[in-house]
């Protein structure tokens, strides 16, 4: 295999700094979350200079080039990306389910319905474990293999979950065969985000708090070195799902959209994608960035809280119980690396009640989706901003669709049946019980037919 497809490692380079410009470096094999001089979140920095020696026109060529290809690990739309990811770890190291590449969906009829012609959403669902979270996740498990490998005495992987990021974290060290633990919140999350982790034979602790305060003792755990912490104040995951944005412009060939809305809870998404876009900016691969939006279930949204008081003024919540279980988050970790984003991307933060987020839901899924309720937030501050002008219906945007709405098919089947507190259910939709009489079954179907037209 010749250059331009192999990566020389060496080449690269990447490491851990402090996000607030604390000068002292850690190797990205140090077992390290926080900055020990001032305590904020690290994150992963790279050689910007080396990798400007290579032109835009040659980063995109290298990267056409390994798009969905069966190149080990290059195929995977995270490490099809590896210099500008994590250029330190060996490809036999590298554990990878060729994450990625997820649809890119023109939701025409849904824009139409809005107004609006150039409506897309990207489908992170369409993934390994049904979420987003694989694409941090390869990144963050191989890692570990790496550190293993080079002697480190790391006995388990650890993170605390509100469903999605257990499943991906006990799927990757399966496949790795690295031991993991889960903390879940006790009767918080969906039978099938459940079951995930349990099905692949990981430590699985249901405990009788929220996710903050599962969050509370994973930190605890994982304060030595031989539990590892796989939550996203470990940088490793930002950096995977920083290739949102990358994966964006790829498909929209290399232009890059007008607004991204994605939905937060512990708000290391919005930063990623945020970061993706500002690195290929730094590169030349793009010549503008996208707004930013952040939107928040109102149960559980202290960073819209923040943001009506232009940021000056951040306060956790105590999160409040809502169908968009995934994102019930009130402290969330990432929130400084969110607002310094958001502040970036001239960014906005939005928030969606029960019945705005569920009818959100009922109504893109009647034209062709398939969403989560977590999504349902997304598109739900996607349609009060664009009635407050403050999103313009000509322009391209792109709505992050998180998880595979067949995670949450209990709260679809009670959505359509009419049986959630406090939404007023504008698509309700249930099966009908027939005798095989044809007759019947005739005069139903025309009923329902002139019913709709």
């Not at 994150?43 to 290579?54: F, N, Q, S």
């Not at 590449?101 to 025409?108: C, G, I, P, T, Y």
């Not at 968009?324 to 939005?350: C, H, T, W, Y």
Request: aromatic share 8%.
């Amino acid at each position: 295999m010749s250059e331009p497809t192999e990566v020389s490692k060496g080449v690269f380079n990447a490491w851990f700094q402090c996000m607030n410009g604390c000068s002292t470096r850690h190797a990205l094999t140090e077992i390290i979350y926080k900055c020990p001089e001032c305590d904020s979140l690290l994150e992963v920095v790279h050689d910007m200079e080396a990798l400007k020696t290579r032109s835009a026109t040659d980063w995109k060529r290298l990267f056409e080039e390994r798009y969905r290809k069966n190149d080990w690990p290059y195929g995977s739309s995270v490490w099809g990306k590896k210099e500008l990811v994590c250029p330190v770890v060996d490809n036999e190291n590298i554990v990878s389910t060729y994450e990625g590449a997820s649809n890119l969906f023109w939701a025409e009829r849904l824009g139409n319905e809005l107004g609006m012609k150039d409506l897309w959403v990207k489908q992170c669902g369409m993934s390994h474990t049904g979420s987003f979270k694989d694409l941090g996740m390869t990144v963050l498990v191989s890692m570990v293999k790496q550190m293993r490998s080079e002697g480190q005495n790391i006995k388990a992987v650890a993170c605390a979950s509100t469903g999605d990021t257990s499943a991906a974290l006990a799927a990757y060290c399966a496949v790795a065969d690295i031991p993991a633990i889960v903390f879940l919140p006790k009767g918080k999350v969906s039978l099938t985000q459940l079951i995930q982790p349990i099905a692949h034979g990981v430590l699985t602790l249901s405990l009788d708090t929220d996710f903050d305060g599962c969050m509370k003792v994973v930190q605890q755990i994982s304060a030595g070195n031989e539990i590892y912490l796989a939550n996203s104040m470990n940088s490793l995951r930002i950096e995977g799902q920083k290739t949102i944005s990358f994966e964006l412009v790829q498909q929209f060939d290399w232009e890059v959209p007008d607004v991204v809305i994605v939905p937060g809870g512990n708000l290391g998404n919005v930063s990623a994608i945020g970061r993706g876009f500002k690195m290929w900016y730094d590169l030349g691969i793009i010549n503008k960035l996208p707004r930013l939006v952040c939107a928040q279930a109102e149960r559980a949204n202290p960073l819209a809280r923040c943001f009506k008081t232009n940021y000056e003024k951040f306060e956790p919540v105590q999160a409040q119980t809502t169908q968009a279980s995934a994102i019930q988050i009130g402290n969330p970790v990432s929130v400084m690396k969110a607002i310094r984003a958001l502040k970036e991307f001239d960014g906005v933060v939005e928030d969606a009640t029960e019945n705005e987020l569920s009818n959100a839901v009922g109504r893109a899924n009647r034209t062709g989706l398939l969403c989560c309720p977590h999504t349902g937030v997304a598109l739900a501050a996607l349609e009060k901003l664009v009635k407050r002008g403050v999103i313009k219906k000509n322009e391209r945007v792109v709505v992050i669709s998180t998880a595979n709405g067949l995670k949450f098919t209990d709260f679809l089947a009670n959505y359509h049946g009419e049986r959630i507190k406090d939404v007023k259910t504008e698509f309700p939709f249930n099966e009908i019980n027939l005798p095989p009489d044809i007759d019947v079954i005739r005069k139903t179907i025309s009923e329902k037919l002139e019913r709709r037209n």
